[in-house]
């Protein structure tokens, strides 16, 4: 399948399936929600660039966990429309992995995109609330308005976005067995 046919077959899956993919990535985004908001209040009050990267790499870290988890539970989605939650993070990273060898085009593309749109959910109203230089540099002791408005903008980047790269995921390394035999994706 082109790259251009796995983003088409993802957004009309996630079209079809809303109600139980988005519950789901709801779920995974307020859990994720918990450790990204601790992380930054461990930096409240420090300018340090050092830290500010520290407390980066930890969010990269569990919203890496996140996407791998919502991957896993929506394997089974082409196939047979069901979320499957236990055993999700062995199987995304199964999955990721494989959907990285078998075409890391459409990998990126989902990357790209997912990202394109996360952005334009979150860096507006961080922008506002927290100033170019909150959303580039260390947080330093923003208001707590300003801190929500980031973090509720943050929670719905990643609720609507996350979902989309996981059936990226699902569908290219999908492509991995109708190619070799092994049943339906």
Do not use: C, I
Not at 9 to 22: K, N, S, T
Not at 126 to 153: C, E, H, K, M, Q
Request: glycine content about 12%; proline content about 6%.
């Amino acid at each position: 399948m082109s790259v251009g046919g796995t983003v088409r077959e993802a957004l009309a899956l996630l079209r079809r399936h809303a109600g139980p993919v988005y519950t789901t990535s709801l779920a995974v985004t307020l859990v994720n929600t918990v450790p990204d908001v601790l992380r930054q209040l461990l930096v409240y009050r420090d300018p340090s660039v050092g830290h500010a990267l520290l407390v980066d790499v930890v969010g990269f870290t569990t919203g890496l966990l996140a996407q791998l988890w919502l991957t896993g539970a929506l394997t089974d989605l082409p196939g047979t429309g069901r979320v499957r939650p236990r055993g999700a993070l062995g199987r995304g990273t199964a999955t990721a992995l494989r959907a990285v060898r078998v075409s890391p085009a459409a990998v990126l593309a989902g990357v790209v995109l997912g990202g394109s749109v996360s952005a334009l959910l979150t860096l507006p109203p961080s922008v506002a609330a927290l100033g170019v230089d909150g959303v580039l540099g260390p947080l330093d002791a923003p208001s707590a308005a300003a801190f929500t408005v980031a973090t509720v903008s943050d929670v719905v980047a990643s609720w609507v976005t996350l979902p989309f790269l996981a059936v990226v995921l699902v569908l290219t390394a999908g492509s991995t067995r109708r190619f070799a035999g092994k049943g339906r994706a």
